[in-house]
């Protein structure tokens, strides 16, 4: 019999929140929860297991060889703030689940009633008709509307009407059935963006976090990132006039076609996987010179070379110091 909660330790926390997130519109809140553990130094200290919920993820061969089955991982975290006698567990969904979402909502809330949690936050994205150089703003849903007294005060809209896919609100529904104060914090970003991850949303979700709970983190890296992946939507848009059509239309009366506003989305979301994926041959590269050859193959496939050139010259710079 699969035990489906399995900890591997119990650790004493005081009054702790849970920070609970799943892959969603933009990666706002996986990149939020994740990025919050890091910094924090989180510990891992227990999970759910898989079987119930997920099927396994595609097989996987290496040098002929096929691998054994994955599954998304289900993971608890723990936290203990030095400042105060709040402490945090966070929970983190590698994948959102193939079926019987509200039971594994179910077995997180388990869990966190199991250490005495009082208060649960989430993420998610609010698709919006704002510029990729924009703050995104954050709204807010409670699962009580005497919540929203907690929120007054900060920077934060209410979300007056609307749904939150997933279990990023599946969870908040479980916790108000069982009388668990909860609040999902939504990102704002472009339509235009949803299918690329939007550090600048979680950003902003995350540092609206951080005022309600009295902590702080280090923002730097996920700044850094931000402009990042705004330079390389920036790159896509000033490479097609229907795009650069499609953005001045925030300033006017005349909104995108449909058939624009999907090439644009499409067109932006390739941009910058390619981008990452020659990211990680880079990276690969600058670790295993054996792998330089795979990159300079690939950059000539794309007809990207020209482009990389001094950087891939720098391989064999550093390679010889």
Known sequence: MIVPIKLYREPRLRNPTLVAGWPGMGEVAMVAVNYLARKLGAEDFGEIEPFDFYEPMPAVVEKGVIQPPKFPTSKFFFWRNPRSNEDMIIFIGESQPSRRGYELAGQVLDVAERFGVSKIYTFAAAPAAIHHRAKPKVLAVASDSRLFERLGGYPVTLMG???????????????????????????????????????????????????????????????????????????????????????????????????????????????????????ELFGEASSDRSKVDALKAELDRLGLFQEYQDRFLDLFRKGDQ
Not at 213 to 222: C, H, P, R, T
Not at 226 to 234: A, F, M, N, S
Not at 248 to 263: A, D, K, L, M, N
């Open 161 to 279: 009407s609307g749904h939150i896919s997933g279990m990023n609100g599946m969870l908040l529904g479980v916790a108000a059935e069982r009388k668990i104060d909860g609040v999902c914090l939504l990102g704002e970003l472009p339509y235009y963006t949803m299918g690329i991850p939007n550090p600048k949303s979680s950003q902003a979700v995350l540092e609206l976090l951080c005022q309600l709970l009295n902590i702080e983190i280090d923002m730097v890296d996920m700044e850094a990132w931000g402009k990042q992946i705004e330079e390389q939507v920036e790159k896509v848009i000033r490479s097609s006039e229907q795009m650069q059509r499609y953005i001045s239309s925030f300033e006017s009366s005349e909104g995108p076609t449909p058939e624009e506003f999907r090439g644009m989305a499409e067109a932006i979301e390739r941009e910058v996987n390619l981008r990452h994926h020659i990211e």
